[in-house]
């Protein structure tokens, strides 16, 4: 069964940069579209950023464009999220999923993983 496994979340200062990855050990997400989602205490979840199988789109919310970059490297099963220039409204547990449909609507996704924490401040 599909397991998705968030990294390399962690306390940044406003204008830093952290890279997330997104893993599933011992399974193959080529075939899978894979959307980075977040959620701040007290906010519903939403959808930053997604990419098609192949990695030939992406598609960002508006408040992470021109900062964040998510890219995928299927010969190491790997998802990436490049996130830069980070504000403190960025804080918010970063969760990774995997779907059949390049959205940026949660209940397009149906594997999840449990999050990474990302925390930006002074």
């Known amino acids: 069964q599909l397991q998705l496994v968030e990294s390399g979340g962690g306390l940044v200062q406003p204008g830093g940069s952290l890279r997330l990855s997104c893993s599933a050990p011992?399974?193959?997400?080529?075939?899978?579209?894979i959307g980075w989602f977040r959620q701040a205490p007290g906010k519903e979840r939403e959808g930053v950023a997604c990419?098609?199988?192949?990695?030939?789109?992406?598609n960002y919310a508006d408040y992470v464009k021109g900062r964040f970059t998510i890219s995928r490297d299927n010969a190491k099963n790997t998802v990436y999220l490049e996130m830069n220039s980070l504000k403190p409204d960025d804080t918010a547990i970063y969760y990774c999923?995997?779907?059949?449909?390049?959205?940026?609507?949660?209940?397009?996704?149906?594997?999840w993983g449990q999050g990474t924490q990302v925390t930006v401040s002074a």
């Open positions: 990419i098609t199988s192949s990695g030939d789109k992406s």
């Open positions: 011992g399974f193959t997400f080529r075939y899978h579209v």
């Open positions: 999923a995997a779907g059949t449909t390049a959205t940026r609507r949660p209940d397009d996704y149906n594997r």
